[in-house]
């Protein structure tokens, strides 16, 4: 895969040809798209079992959204303007995370966990470079809330502890005020899950009452907020889980 990403960069930058050089660096959409075509691929069209392909097309996603992140400082950084650096770091984000769950062996953790820390890195970059251009009208709500939603979840696959799970309920508390019919269009996940994720939060804390409601928003639960009782709770979760 990095032959290919050393490829692509030959390209970008090779001289011999200033009509490629000019269109192929300068449309860095063109990258963001084949970089979410790749995660689709494993995600939306499901055509591979657990394998290899599934790591070939999130590590071309990877090297795509790399791609498009030099494009955009090529196109922005020459113009002394802010590109929407957010918008590669965020597809970073996503496959990186998504790609760590294909490590789930106790034996291959050191990679999932490496995986993980460089999503949430990308996470991170993504919202600083966005709110340093909040106040532009070219943000979509929609981008704000996939990188709301992969921090939530990358702050909850970060550790079992407060301040991961403190971060992650802020940040889906973010994506709710701003989406509040969310959808992921890139896998099949939408705001239920979001309202499943923050009802697993509360319910490891013990927080009953706010897991019911959560769950309630998730797959109208029926369980009585005011009056828990958590054997209905955790069927509740189970419900969701199993697609019931």
């Known amino acids: 895969m990095k032959i290919k990403f050393s490829i692509i960069l ?62 955009i400082n090529y196109e ?24 760590s769950s294909e490590f789930l062996n106790q034996d291959k953790h050191y990679k999932r966990d490496s995986l993980r820390l460089e999503s949430k890195s990308h996470f991170d970059k993504a919202l600083i470079n966005l709110d340093s251009q909040i106040e532009s009208t070219n943000i979509l709500s929609q981008d704000k809330c996939d990188l709301y939603s992969g921090l939530s979840y990358v702050h909850y696959y970060s550790g079992l502890d407060q301040f991961e799970f403190d ?9 709710i005020n701003e989406c509040p019919e969310y959808t992921f269009s890139h896998d099949e996940l939408d705001i239920r899950n979001i309202h499943y994720l923050r009802g697993k939060i509360f319910l490891y804390q013990d927080s009953f009452s706010e897991a019911c409601i959560e769950m309630t928003n998730a797959n109208n639960c029926s369980c ?21």
Do not use: R
């Open 10 to 71: 030959f390209f970008l930058f090779s001289s011999c040809s200033d009509y490629l050089e000019q269109e192929e660096i300068l449309d860095y959409e063109e990258y963001l798209y084949q970089g979410w075509v790749a995660f689709e691929t494993v995600n939306i069209e499901n055509k591979f079992s657990k394998d290899s392909s599934n790591s070939y097309y999130y590590e071309l996603a990877i090297d795509m959204f790399e791609v498009s992140e030099l494009a």
């Open 76 to 99: 922005f950084l020459s113009q002394n303007l802010l590109g929407p650096h957010y918008k590669s770091y965020t597809g970073l984000g996503w496959s990186e995370l998504y790609y």
């Open 224 to 244: 009585d907020y005011n009056n828990v009782d958590i054997n209905i709770l955790l069927d509740c979760f189970e419900e969701f889980s199993t697609g019931n």
């Open 167 to 175: 971060s992650s309920l802020f940040f889906s508390n973010l994506l």
